[in-house]
């Protein structure tokens, strides 16, 4: 890279040193700074994520399992209808959006798949599961038969219980 003034250009010409973890520290006007400029206790900058402070570290299968029980809550039970005991999920608002909607709810079906997958499921009930998304994702697709469908079938909701209910049976390690 050759500096023109505040511009940046690449020069085919000029050999490029290789990349490296510990590049230049450079300050917020753009100046790089010299280490012997920082203070003693800095020693560079590195995010230090504390026990537990990490959210994608790996979790235990509790802490796995209650994240799939509120992300099946949050997509087929979160809300009400006033005035009525009928419960919705952001999985019947999404679904408005034609297509799109259904897609994107699908995937989200499918990553909780996964993670049943990931937790030790059996291909027998991923199966099933997977026959759940499948059946939420094809009558989905139909423009308002498919969102009262979304709203009535709760295939989340079906899947974590079927996951919790086959975990229960495991023994504890």
């Known amino acids: 890279m050759v ?21 230049p520290i450079i300050d ?16 560079g900058f590195r995010f230090d994520f504390g026990a537990g402070a990490n959210p994608f570290a790996n979790l235990t299968r509790e802490q796995r399992l209650a ?12 809300f009400i209808v006033p ?3 009928i419960r919705y999920g952001i999985d019947g608002l999404i679904g408005l959006i034609p297509i799109v909607g259904d ?11 996964r993670e ?5 499921a059996p291909w027998h009930l991923t ?19 498919g969102d009262a469908f979304d709203v009535m079938f709760r295939a989340n909701v079906r899947n974590v219980r079927m996951l919790r209910k086959w975990l229960e049976k495991q023994p504890r390690l």
């Open 3 to 23: 500096s023109t003034g505040q511009s940046y250009t690449y020069d085919a010409g000029r050999p490029r040193k290789p990349a490296s973890a510990h590049g």
């Open 28 to 43: 917020q006007d753009g100046f790089e700074v010299r280490p012997d400029q920082l203070r003693p206790d800095v020693q």
């Open 67 to 78: 994240r799939l029980d509120a992300l099946a809550q949050l997509l087929d039970v979160a």
């Open 83 to 85: 005035g009525t005991k």
């Open 103 to 113: 897609i994107i709810t699908t995937a989200i079906s499918l990553w909780v798949v």
């Open 116 to 120: 049943a997958r990931a937790l030790g």
């Open 127 to 145: 199966a099933r599961m997977l026959g759940n998304v499948a059946v939420d994702g094809a009558v989905g697709i139909v423009p308002f038969v």
